[in-house]
């Protein structure tokens, strides 16, 4: 693949992160996604076309809204710049790009919108995981060789696990979005690739908190987005695939 086919697919992660910026802002607020034009968080003013270009607007505007300069959240170029680096990531290391690899990045862009609304909202849209579950299913659809029950036992076994720790805890130490996330996550890597992923999220988020704690940032009862950890590791077993199913080989 040539320069400007990555440079196409960076600005298609661009304009998805830009999106997602909607999405994100107007959750849970009264604004419909689709309809209306983008204005200020503060004053109201109606954003013009030439100041929601993805990154360079917010850099041309120093992070200030034009008419009230109220300071624009800093969130809105990092979802941008992160989608669109994501994206060129999974096309850089996938040798034959094909639908397959279309498919894989929708996943892959529905995840980064789970990242985002669970370290915001806690919240882990129903909508979103529907999404996710069509396209994992299209993608095992269109591979060949796909052994339907062996992935339906893998997503069971690793959700049944979680749904102990779930009723347990009576859903303090995991929410039930983040089981639904398993069950999707066992069904899309398969055993033993969707085990490592959820296991190295565990990880991560337990040293996360453990450094929050530590740093006085949280206490015992503050809740981690567990759902962005899980979409994370997710996001890259799907663009390593490759590299860590030969780790992977060494534990077998
Ligand atoms: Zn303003």
């Known amino acids: 693949m040539g320069i400007y086919f990555y440079i196409f697919i960076f600005l298609i992660g661009l304009s998805a992160g830009s999106f997602f910026n909607v ?23 109606i954003i013009r076309w030439f100041d929601l270009i ?10 200030r809204c034009r008419e009230c300069r109220k300071k624009i959240s800093l969130l809105y170029p990092v979802v941008e710049i992160s989608t669109a680096i994501t994206l060129l990531l999974l096309f850089l290391n996938t040798p034959n790009v094909s639908h397959l690899t279309a498919l894989s990045a929708f996943i892959i862009l529905l995840l980064i919108l789970v990242i985002f609304l669970d370290v915001r909202y806690f919240i882990i849209p129903d909508r979103i995981l529907a999404l996710s579950a069509i396209a994992a299913v299209g993608l095992k659809l ?59 999220a565990v990880w991560i988020a337990t040293m996360f908190s453990i450094a929050l704690l530590v740093t006085k940032r949280a206490t015992i009862k503050t809740e ?14 799907i663009i390593y695939d490759h590299e860590l199913q030969e780790i992977a080989k060494y534990f077998q």
């Not at 959750?27 to 968080?41: A, D, H, P, Q």
């Not at 805890?169 to 039930?176: D, L």
């Not at 981690?224 to 077993?237: D, E, K, V």
Request: net charge positive.
């Open 23 to 45: 999405i994100i802002f107007r959750f849970n607020t009264r604004k419909g996604i689709v309809k209306g034009r983008s204005e200020c968080l503060n004053c109201g003013s």
């Open 54 to 63: 993805p990154i360079l607007s917010y850099f041309i505007l120093r992070g």
């Open 224 to 237: 981690i987005p567990f759902g962005a950890f899980l979409s994370a590791t997710t996001i890259i077993f």
């Open 142 to 200: 269109l591979t060949d060789a796909t052994d339907f029950s062996y992935l339906l036992i893998s997503a069971l076994g690793l959700t049944s696990f979680f749904a102990i720790l779930y009723i347990i805890s009576k859903g303090r130490w995991i929410g039930f979005g983040d089981i639904k996330l398993i069950f999707l996550i066992g069904f899309l890597l398969g055993y033993p690739m969707g085990y490592l992923s959820i296991v190295a």
